[in-house]
């Protein structure tokens, strides 16, 4: 199965990646005015394609700016940095979309929108490395990309740190090193704060250590001329999607779930994915066709650790842990069986997802089901009207998970129906299930980002 062979380098947010300057190129642009055309690299948080269609944080405010626009969408992703940058400025692209940093340099060479969000430059080490306290602790060369945002923040810092010393490395990204620092290879690299905290469910030897550069804005880019009228239409689009919450909606969709790390939780999640899920994937596979297998696979890692024996002390047991009263009313007269465990899970969560209000978007139905799954139907429904007594969106998760913790609370809980809840475990249930989901995810695409990079690389 492809979860045996899951290693693989991550084509993640690609302001990272190599590249080098190019002079101003003399070829006459493309014109499709009919058409909203954004470069892009791979990744999974950017722009990446599966068996779910396409999804990334700058493919959905691509697609959201092409809807305002009322144009088509025409997304071309590209094999590096390099190339992506000269297709802007040989007018083959509109816009750029892909997580890149806005730098002294690249602001001599294009326009930028208002920033997405803001990273720091960190560096990274690894576990049980002795980590440098400020910059003249560091006893060895940083191996960083060549023409980076990173560079750049080295050169600066080496004006006032004359001992700061760097390797460039040509033709490896962001994610390759590290993937190099994870398994010992490099002692340093450089790194968004963003791509690492994603980066340790896969690479969790990897850590954060000092702050390089703090705040960076993450922009799209756009041509250093004949770009008036998209730059304006840009930021009369970002004014609406900040005053609707659509990005803080995607921000939390695509981050807000991995600012905690559990070192030997996601060790030991990496191990069974190799040596248990084999056994009982067929089996996710036959009963979470309509909910995507692997967010049933990691609702089941949440719940047992795909152990069938699993027991708690509140009677709950198997795969799926069902109570008994659960499994009775789904038919499955064996807990203890996987298949009629994960059948039975698999059932319950369709019934949450089937008993929700349809107000609820499609894209956020699912952590609303699992809350649901965890906690009991009637506190997300307490949830919800609380939400909305506090002038907060009760059909948004990111408000959700604001509110689900005051069910603790007896100021609130005294006035609800279902009284008090565990809120604060149901936000760290889902948000659990989300990272698991994630890793899944990533193991998933490996095949598929290295088979569209290459075809990519054949183009040129």
């Known amino acids: ?139 060895e060369p940083i191996s960083v990309m060549a023409n980076s945002s990173y560079e750049e923040t080295l050169i600066e810092l080496k004006q006032t740190h004359r001992n700061l010393k760097w390797t460039p490395i040509y033709g490896k990204d962001n994610e390759e090193l590290l993937e190099m620092v994870d398994r010992g290879e490099i002692k340093y690299t450089i790194s968004d704060s963003t791509i690492v905290k994603v980066n340790q469910r896969f690479m969790p030897e990897i850590r954060q250590g000092i702050v390089l ?135 319950y969560l369709r019934n949450m997802l089937n008993r929700l209000p349809d107000v609820i978007p499609e894209n956020q139905r699912m952590w609303f089901a699992l809350a649901s799954y965890n906690i009991g139907l009637g506190h997300v429904i307490d949830a919800r009207k609380l939400a909305a007594k506090l002038k907060l969106n009760p059909n948004s998760w990111r408000d959700l998970k604001k509110v689900l913790p005051l069910l603790q609370k007896r100021k609130y809980y005294r006035k609800l129906k279902y009284g008090y809840g565990r809120g604060k475990e149901a936000v760290h249930y889902v948000d659990s299930i989300r990272r698991y989901y994630d890793t899944l995810l990533w193991i998933d695409q490996q095949s598929t980002r290295k088979q569209l990079k290459k075809s990519l690389i054949a183009t040129i």
């Open 1 to 139: 199965m492809r979860f045996l062979c899951f290693l693989g380098i991550i084509l993640f947010i690609g302001g990272c990646r190599t590249s080098v300057i190019v002079p101003p190129p003399q070829k006459e642009p493309i014109f499709k005015p009919n058409v909203l055309r954004v470069g892009t690299l791979y990744g999974s948080q950017i722009y990446m394609i599966d068996d779910n269609g396409p999804s990334g944080f700058d493919y959905e405010m691509s697609k959201e700016f092409a809807q305002y626009l009322g144009l088509p969408l025409d997304i071309q992703p590209y094999p590096d940095r390099s190339s992506l940058f000269r297709a802007l400025e040989q007018g083959n692209v509109d816009l750029i979309a892909a997580a890149f940093q806005q730098t002294p340099a690249r602001n001599r060479r294009f326009r930028f929108s208002p920033p997405l969000y803001r990273v720091n430059q960190v560096l990274i080490y690894r576990k049980n490395t002795k980590a440098p306290i400020n910059i003249d602790d560091i006893d």
């Open 213 to 347: 550069a703090k705040q960076r804005p993450i922009v799209w880019m756009l041509p250093p001329t004949n770009s008036d009228k998209t730059l304006s239409q840009l930021l009369a689009f970002w004014h609406q999607e900040r005053k609707s919450g659509n990005i803080a909606f995607l921000k939390e969709k695509y981050f807000g779930h991995v600012k905690k790390f559990d070192y030997v939780d996601t060790r030991a999640f990496i191990r069974a994915v190799s040596s248990v899920l084999p056994l009982y994937q067929p089996l996710f596979e036959l009963h979470g066709k309509d909910i995507d297998w692997r967010k049933l696979a990691a609702t089941s890692y949440q719940e047992s650790h795909w152990n069938p024996a699993a027991k708690s002390f509140t009677g709950v047991r198997g795969m799926m842990m069902l109570t008994s009263t659960t499994a009775k009313e789904l038919g499955i007269n064996d807990r203890l069986d996987p298949a009629k465990s994960i059948r039975g899970g698999a059932t």
